[in-house]
């Protein structure tokens, strides 16, 4: 028993590994690419439950193939990138909500 006490333990320490660089790499994803793109443009960005959305001033969603933007289309892509062992989450539900310009006033 002490042995897959030991074992169990090592896979603790391996999951919390790989959570926190999860989320280093979703805070610099967010940082470099969702964040500037919602600035730019005063998009909302809000995320959670295994998904996430861009939503307008009107709160209304916006989706890929209705804006053939390159730059929107290269987000999307990485936000859609599943992450093993989380289930049912892409990179873009783990990333925190962005709120549009006039809400941060």
């Known amino acids: 028993m002490k042995q897959l006490e030991k074992e169990l333990d090592e896979l603790d320490e391996l999951w919390e590994t790989y959570t926190k660089r999860v989320y280093e790499v979703v805070e610099y994803y967010f940082t470099e690419y969702v964040e500037p793109f919602c600035k730019k443009r005063n998009l909302q960005f809000i995320a959670g439950m295994g998904t996430w959305s861009m939503l307008t001033k009107n709160g209304r969603a916006i989706y890929p193939e209705e804006h053939p933007n390159k730059k929107f289309q ?16 892409n990179l873009g539900s783990l990333m925190p909500d962005f709120p549009r310009k006039e809400e941060t006033k």
Request: aromatic share 6%; hydrophobic share 30%.
């Open 74 to 89: 290269e987000i999307t892509n990485i936000l859609e990138k599943s992450i093993d062992g989380f289930s049912d989450n």
